[in-house]
């Protein structure tokens, strides 16, 4: 094993301020953090972040908040107390980027709004994630992952044409808004660094909405309705438009997706099936040929699957080079060789010692890579040490705590 130094993050030196609870402030912190962006995150001391008791816990913290706020410094703050405000308003005039995921207007009523900051630090970056954005009509409502996604399009188009539309199985909305947040963090700290840096620089505010996150997702929908006058359905498994890509079932009950909607894959396909007839059929020779027959391709298709396993099908298709997978379980996913060989798993302990496998960071970067400094903190695990670099004695940090500022 190497005994080397790991190499500085990509965002070593960046200082970062999270005022925000739940998942899309978070996750977008928590990506930059992984990438050795400093980040301090800001609690409330009755109880912190509900994602601290979201799901499965042990002794009392839930297993995915050690993977949410890993590397962050977690420090306490009542922001009911002006105290407690002038200490994160200090903070902030200290971050390259502040990450918010608040109801528009409760930052600007702390005094910590991004014109606010703006004027006493004009290179300061906000990354603001809300339901709506910062404007427009329904910026005051509340905002959830799942009501982006319906709004933005995406449940409109998931599941079956005879059911009511379903949701994926985690929160996509709010972490795809997160990722749009760590973009635009990305493209104004370059703006900023570009123009001055950290003292001369030109900061800006990255406004996110979950919806239009969701919204950006959604390939030619807009188009296809402004000039075809088509509204995207659902369409269960398969992929609307472009045939053969589905689910399917073998015959010891798996789930296998199978694409062979290039040309050349959709007759590799049916030779490989057996079906000479589909393979020679002139009118299937073209994706725009197959799309009128999708349901009897389909049915060809899941009546060869019937008659595999699970291996001698993804066997045949492998040899036949046609694109297809085994839909995975994290039980699939943590012994499969492609898994193992991209280590896509770390080994850590908990503070008590019991080891847990938490999921590696991506991307990989061949200079820079992220890595885990330590799992998601304690409640207010770093309150002293972040008070005293702001010049906070003992004897002050104790009083504050006193006054249950902390």
Known sequence: MSTATPAPGALAGIKVLELGTLIAGPFCARMLAEFGADVIKVEAPDGGDPI????ILKDGTSLWWSVQSRNKKSITLNMKDERGRAIARQLALEA??????????????WGIGYEQVKALNPAAIMVRLSGFGQTGPMKDQPGFGAIGESMGGLRYVSG???RPPVRVGVSIGDSVAALHGVIGAMMALRHRDATGGRVNGEGQMVDVALYESVFNLMESLVPEYDHAGVVRERTGGALP???PSNTY???DGENIVIAGNGDAIFKRLMLAMGRIDMAGDAQLARNDGRVPRSAE???AIQAWCATQSIDSALATLKAADVPAGKIYSVRD?????QFLAREMFEQHRFSDGTPVKMPAITPKLSATPGRTRWLGPTLGQHTDEVLAS????????????????L
Do not use: C, F
């Open 249 to 251: 079932t073998t015959g």
């Open 390 to 405: 702001l010049g906070y004695d003992a004897e002050a940090i104790a009083a504050l705590r006193q006054a249950q500022v």
């Open 52 to 55: 601290r008791q979201w799901r």
């Open 297 to 299: 391709i389909d049915e």
């Open 160 to 162: 079956h044409a005879d």
């Open 241 to 243: 438009g472009i045939v």
């Open 333 to 337: 996913m943590m012994s499969d060789p």
């Open 96 to 109: 390259d980027i502040i990450i918010e995921n608040y109801r528009p207007g409760v930052l600007e009523k």
